[in-house]
């Protein structure tokens, strides 16, 4: 028999061993559970002081270059900046922040017609590579809070020459002047008999606030110098783009803006005809964003209406849709189907532009095995321009206006072996293509394979005989009964067109061009920036 002791002794070791090693792995868990609570208290709270305050602040958890406080001068690594005038502070220094600095003034008080705008400086964090006003030379290159910015031109100075200088000088809002509403005119204008309230905002989230609420700003600009960047994908330029067609009803054609787009969707095939590039992940400095939208030509975008109406009796009116890009029967409406059927389950993990397209590459793998579209030309009838086409073993139509398609693919063109006349977005006439289905359309977008070009067309009229098949509108996807679709010209918009880029040494001769014309360009062209808004007020 064993020892008793020996037992008790093995026994106690288990348990002594059970205890440490639930000790060592519950103590971690907990500690990381606690902080994990406390930040978001700590969010939390920040949050209340952040959207309480004057400024527009942001919280970071780490600043992408060397910041210092604006209070306690000190070097930060994380804290919170304003969009606004820039001002970088400590998470404690928030509150003294806010009694103590002010922040960008978008409205001055003033009755007076013409007014001198004074520098605004807000002192340290300079940019890099920024020169003195004074003494042209390098600003910020010591490692402490030091020399000063205008919020408005964004031009830089050093503390000794700005103490030598006179605080009465006059800002002339600086390289993107043409770009900035002056804030007299802002007030002078919400003192006019319009009877309604105006947002005096510059940038609108319009997941918050309406297009047709944030395009009321243009009505009270000179005519015809309103410039509007669109932030997110082709959904989103379209959205804006009916509240701009609304502006057109109500009799505002004089103040439509010029559109651009900075693409941050998922497709931009929009933006990528009207050379905004395919995406957008923070790689351009603003201010070279800014300069293309002034050197940007103006065209004109077709819009087009889509009218669907249903074969069977109903008393509801035909649905009518805005095309902008394309429309589509077939596998790649089936792909958008279920990526947006997906996406309205759990939104949270459709956050990603390279998930997006995962996710359509998974649907489009899908299909290539299961082919839900296939004879496509039994159940579908085509007209260009009154004309019907006979149709091929085809999975799915493609309807297009602009030139690019699924995410950066210049479908017309296909291979670019065989002349075409080219597609283009301003001509009124209506590209229409074929596949054979989501393993020819994955041909195409690699240059493999042309597509099935079946004619341009100022109208197309689709005839859906039988059975549901899933289509889309600009990626807006939908399944559809027995239909007539019917694409007929509906307007055109003004937009803004990036013509190229410039390599480093154009723009490097570009900037000394400017520094040498500054000073004759700038009065001129704020003076007559100035005299086109006392004409309209």
Known sequence: MDDPEIVASAIFGDWNLIV?????????????LWCSAQRAKR????????????????????????????????????????????VCVDEGCIKKAEKRLKCKEITTLTTQKKVQTLHQWVRGNVPLCSYCINCKQLCGSQPKLCDYRCMWCQRTVHDDCKDRSSDKESCDFGEFRNLIIPPDYLFRVSQLPRGKSVDFEKVFDISVVPPMRALQLCSLLPCNSARVLVCGGDGTVGWVLDAIDEMKIKGHEKF?????????????????????????????????????????????????????????????????????NYFSVGPDALMALNFHAQREKTPSLFSSRIINKAAY?????????????????????????????????????????IAYWG????????????????????????????????????????????????????????????SRMPMQVDGEPWEQGPCTITITHKTHELMLCHVGEQTDDDDDDDDDDDEDDDSTTSEKGHSNEAEDMEEHL
Request: proline residues 5%; hydrophobic residues 40%.
């Open 256 to 324: 439509i803006p010029y559109v651009a787009v900075l693409p941050i969707g998922t497709g931009n095939d929009l933006a990528n005809s009207l050379g905004w590039g395919a995406g957008y992940a923070g790689e351009i400095p603003v201010e070279h964003i800014l300069r293309n939208i002034m050197d940007a030509d103006v065209v004109k975008l077709d819009r087009w209406k889509v009218q669907v109406a249903s074969k069977r009796y109903s008393l509801r009116k035909p649905k009518v849709l805005s095309m902008n």
């Open 20 to 32: 440490w090693t639930t000790f060592a792995v519950l103590v971690p868990v907990i500690f990381t």
């Open 361 to 401: 590459l998974f649907y489009g793998t899908k299909d290539c095995l299961v082919q839900e579209c296939k004879d496509l030309s039994k159940k579908v009838q085509l007209e260009l321009d009154g004309e019907r086409v006979e149709l091929p073993e085809l999975e799915g139509i493609i309807v297009l206006n």
């Open 43 to 86: 969010c939390m709270q920040l949050k209340s002081i952040l959207r309480k305050g004057k400024h527009e602040w942001h919280y970071t958890d780490l600043f992408s270059k060397p910041t210092y406080c604006s209070i306690c001068t000190q070097h930060i690594l994380q804290g919170a900046f304003c969009v606004s005038c820039g």
């Open 407 to 466: 995410g950066g693919c210049r479908l017309w063109e296909g291979m670019g072996d065989e002349p075409y006349p080219p597609a283009r977005h301003y001509d009124g006439l209506l590209e229409v293509v074929g596949v054979y289905g989501s393993f020819h359309c994955a041909q195409i977008q690699v240059k493999l394979a042309n597509p099935v070009r079946l004619g341009q067309a100022h109208t197309v009229r689709l005839i859906l005989n039988s």
